[in-house]
């Protein structure tokens, strides 16, 4: 008979302790709004909005400033291997 009582408390128990070391770690992994805002300027987040064809409605777009410079550079890489590889040829005339 007491063995029927006590298992119950015992998982009660244990369960009850590994909920409170579940928030503990919760509660260390909020961050504070000052902290967020500071490691946004760090790596240069931003948020723009863009507009799409066929819609009125604008998409946001939030990048950081490495996302943002490696798009420019491939932007410029595209540029240029067009206007390497698309050269265009004179028009022969008098034949």
């Known amino acids: 008979m007491k063995i029927s009582y006590t298992l119950p408390i015992i998982a009660l128990l244990?369960?009850?302790?590994a909920t409170t070391s579940v928030d503990k770690q919760a509660e260390q992994l909020i961050v504070a709004p000052e902290t967020l805002?500071?490691?946004k300027k760090v790596v240069g987040y931003e948020c723009t909005y863009v507009k799409k064809t066929g819609t009125r409605i604008n998409k946001k777009v939030c990048t950081t400033l490495?996302?943002?410079e490696a798009a420019k550079k491939r932007s410029e890489q595209f540029v240029n291997e067009y206007r390497e590889n698309n050269i265009p040829v004179p028009k022969q005339t008098g034949q």
Do not use: D, V, Y
Not at 14 to 17: I, V
């Open 66 to 68: 490495a996302q943002r």
């Open 14 to 17: 244990l369960t009850s302790c």
């Open 37 to 39: 805002e500071e490691a």
